[in-house]
């Protein structure tokens, strides 16, 4: 089955600095990558995705960035802010067909120190 | 709409007793899963529904029993609760798309102890 790994673990920036977050997964069938925010005590929210016909996809601060041939791929936040602190999760599926399930990585606690 | 909702927010168990996790989604999304998170080990999948009647293995499905009698209900069952099923567990939701996987809707979670 697939296999998402996450890094790092722990992030800490100060305030208007960029972070950056990577992910590599193992089935090259995968093709949608999505990022989850968790503040502490809540619920996980999406708030990007890339799918494997784009190789970037922007939002305001945050872009991510995907390399399909190295199985790779990457969460930018520019200009961070206090705000920005907490549990981020990148997570891989195939998509499509039978197969509805995500993979996550173990997430990354970012700190944005003002 | 209320989006994704979970019962109990709380509960604390005795090692062997069983209870039921309530998921219900105003959605009228087709897919349901069942996640359990742990500090340091991510959202991992238990159970997994692609729809009404259908219900699927995740990756750690033992100890639990899932049923989807109605469309908008994911249930989640311990039969006998063991201290190593402490945890949050989270419900998600999703609807199908042409171009396949949709965005998974997540529930508040329930955290269960077990003593």
């Known amino acids: 089955g697939e296999n998402v790994e996450q890094h790092p673990s722990t992030l800490s920036v100060q305030e208007g600095d960029s972070a950056v977050i990577k992910c590599t997964y193992s089935d090259s069938a995968s093709n949608y990558f999505p990022w989850y925010k968790q503040e502490l005590g809540k619920r996980p929210q999406l708030i990007i995705d890339i799918r494997s016909n784009v190789g970037e996809k922007k939002d305001q601060r945050i872009a991510v960035t995907l390399n399909k041939t190295a199985k790779h791929f990457s969460l930018h936040i520019t200009e961070t802010q206090p705000e920005d602190s907490a549990v981020y999760f990148c997570a891989a599926s195939r998509g499509g067909g039978s197969n509805y399930k995500l993979t996550f990585g173990k997430g990354t606690l970012l700190t944005v120190n003002p | 709409n209320a989006g994704v909702t979970q019962t109990p927010k709380f509960r604390v168990l005795k090692t062997g007793q069983s209870m039921t996790l309530l998921c219900a989604q105003d959605?009228?999304?087709?897919?349901m899963y069942w996640y359990r998170q742990d500090p340091g080990m991510g959202l991992r999948l238990i159970h997994y529904s692609v729809g009404e009647g259908t219900t699927a293995k995740g990756e750690v499905p033992d100890g639990y029993n899932v049923s989807r009698l109605k469309k908008q209900n994911f249930l989640l069952g311990l039969e006998s609760a063991a201290p190593s099923q402490t945890s949050v567990y989270f419900c998600?939701?999703?609807?199908?798309?042409?171009?396949?996987?949709?965005?998974?809707?997540f529930g508040p979670g329930t955290r269960l102890t077990v003593l």
């Open positions: 959605m009228n999304h087709e897919y």
């Open positions: 998600a939701s999703s609807s199908f798309t042409s171009g396949g996987t949709d965005t998974q809707y």
